[in-house]
């Protein structure tokens, strides 16, 4: 199949539909970023990934900054893409120390087109062109941005519920199946074989926080009712410290499906 923004867009519009969510074709705009770049505001928005060597994102984020450019990360870790406000991106230039550094930023986040809820869908891809892979990541950050428009599951780049977001999000695209022709099984199937081999990857780490999303909405048969138990299941998320703990102990106490 022909991949393309169009392409795209529609899966995304049927998406919206599956979820009784909102649609405007005007907020899915896209930024299209070297690796480098997109590992540097990865870092910054606050992914997980980092957590463990440089702290969390913002002040221990800033802190660190020198010494996550410094490390293999900036180059090894292969991040395909996210979805970022700009606004959070440059609220760095006051906590970084460096002139050099809030230069750098200033400079990227020139680069980042924002939309006009003043959020940014980045895809790393060269400009000369973009591949097929890179649509599949632009699927992925716009389904990120259609939650954003509904203000569902988000608080602000860099808290804490990344996870959440990012379990809500994989779990929606291959919901009642993705663009390319994969469905939930697909994922109960890397689920299972996780939990056998145990999650390596940020996709296999994930997998845990879409089994929930799964539970959740799988057997609902309207629309309507799948927004409000995505809704509901937010609302009842306790206080942001809590959730970066193991999920099952914060699932909502009562589910609206099997
Ligand atoms: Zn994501």
Not at 197 to 200: F, I, L, Q
């Given at each position: 199949m022909h991949k393309g923004k169009e392409e795209v867009l529609r899966k995304i519009r049927e998406k919206a539909d599956q979820l009784g969510l909102k649609f405007d074709r005007k907020i899915f705009v896209a930024s299209f970023l070297t690796k480098k770049e997109v590992n540097i505001l990865n870092y910054l928005a606050g992914s997980p990934a980092y957590d463990k060597k440089f702290?969390?994102?913002g002040q221990q984020r800033a802190k660190n900054f020198e010494k996550f450019l410094l490390s293999n990360d900036l180059i090894k870790i292969d991040s395909k893409g996210l979805a970022v406000q700009k606004r959070y991106i440059l609220s760095y230039i006051k906590l970084l120390n460096d002139p050099k550094h809030k230069s750098m930023i200033e400079k990227l986040a020139k680069k980042i087109r924002p939309n006009s809820m003043g959020y940014s869908p980045i895809v790393k891809a060269s400009k000369q062109k973009i591949s097929e892979d890179s649509f599949d990541v632009m699927f992925h950050e716009w389904m990120h941005t259609l939650f954003n428009y509904n203000r569902l599951g988000f608080y602000n780049t860099g808290d804490n519920r990344w996870k959440y977001n990012e379990g809500m999000t994989v779990f929606a695209e291959y919901y009642l199946g993705n663009y390319y022709g994969r469905d939930v099984g697909f994922l109960k199937e890397r689920i299972e074989w996780t939990k056998k081999?145990?999650?390596?990857t940020t996709f296999e780490k994930n997998l845990k926080y879409v089994d929930m999303f799964i539970k959740l909405i799988e057997a609902e048969t309207k629309p309507s009712k799948r927004r409000t138990a995505l809704f509901k299941f937010f609302k009842e998320l306790p206080a942001p410290a809590a959730a970066?703990?193991?999920p099952k102990a914060i699932l909502p106490k009562k589910r609206l499906s099997q």
């Open positions: 702290g969390k994102p081999h145990g999650a390596k970066r703990q193991w």
